[in-house]
């Protein structure tokens, strides 16, 4: 069923149809559908609105989000939309025309908030600045499109350099959460490709002669903090492969009584209740009141 040509989304035509291939799609979509459950994002009769760069990253999610959908297994409006922040030499036409062909239902926005990147940044680093624009434009946008939610390409390498970041540079335990509320109050911020690996992404937007759209704003900046990550986490996957995945497990099964932060763990109101060291351990987490 799966690459029946009757029963297939356009943006998956012309699929290679290697086992190889099929694996991979197969599991981008699993990973995708596992993330959407397991973190609630969804919600029968919504719109979301699905931003497309058009790097590999978001091509990929654009074709899980439709492949679900298609097959009844996403029950929202999907609403791709392409923000043209005015940066020279952007080819403003391959994503209009790709989405046309496609059949999918887009908005492309033109704002230029590269002139106000390079003015404001004065030397220092694009993304934080270039982010924050884009970030408050897509909320605009989705509240005009009555879309209850903004979906990002982010992948589990993301969130996994994400972490280290905030390790390194931050002083903090914290990534990018797979679902988010923003400050307003009003619009989730998801993440369906949280459990997917770049490299699957890498593969598949190669493999589907996606229309690669590179951002030259941020990525002809040498040393930024995220490359420098990067290229560590590389290293370990090299030394030890399948570290990556452990890494990120580990993302998900945290134990606030053996870290060091007193308002997740209420050190201070520990008892002791006089139970042998195997049944003291046994006993499950308690969070401190205000945080629950």
């Known amino acids: 069923m799966l690459d029946d040509a009757d029963d297939i989304h356009p943006l998956f035509h012309g699929a290679p149809s290697s086992t190889e291939f099929r694996k991979l799609r197969k599991r981008i979509v699993r990973d995708t559908r596992e993330a959407i459950e397991q973190y ?99 909320y605009r946008i989705a509240r005009e499109e009555g879309c209850s939610a903004v979906v990002l390409g982010h992948h589990r390498d993301d969130i996994l350099e994400t972490f280290f970041m905030n390790l390194f540079h931050g002083g903090r335990l914290a990534t990018m959460p797979p679902k988010l509320v923003n400050e307003e109050g009003d619009l ?19 493999a589907m002669n996606y229309p690669i759209i590179p951002c030259d704003l941020c990525g002809s900046q040498d040393g930024l903090q995220r490359q420098q990550v990067k290229q560590i986490l590389d290293g370990w996957e090299r030394n030890s492969p399948g570290r990556r995945q452990v890494m990120f497990r580990a993302l998900m099964n945290a134990r606030p009584s053996h870290l060091l932060d007193p308002k997740l763990w209420d050190f201070a109101g520990l008892t002791l209740s006089g139970a042998g060291p195997a049944e003291a351990a046994d006993q499950p987490p308690r969070l401190v009141d205000r945080d629950l």
């Open 40 to 138: 609630g994002m969804a919600e029968r009769g919504t719109r979301w609105l699905v931003c497309l760069s058009g790097g590999k990253d978001s091509y990929t999610l654009l074709a899980a989000l439709h492949e679900l959908k298609w097959r009844g297994l996403l029950p929202v409006d999907l609403l791709a939309c392409n923000l043209d922040q005015g940066q020279p030499g952007f080819p403003a036409t391959v994503l209009p025309e790709f989405l046309e062909r496609m059949g999918v239902p887009h908005r492309i926005e033109y704002q230029d908030t590269y002139s106000i990147v390079m003015e404001k940044s004065k030397g220092r680093t694009l993304c934080a600045l270039c982010s924050r624009l884009r970030r408050g434009n897509l």
């Open 188 to 206: 989730f911020l998801l993440r369906p490709l949280a459990h997917v690996a770049e490299a699957d992404c890498e593969r598949f937007a190669r």
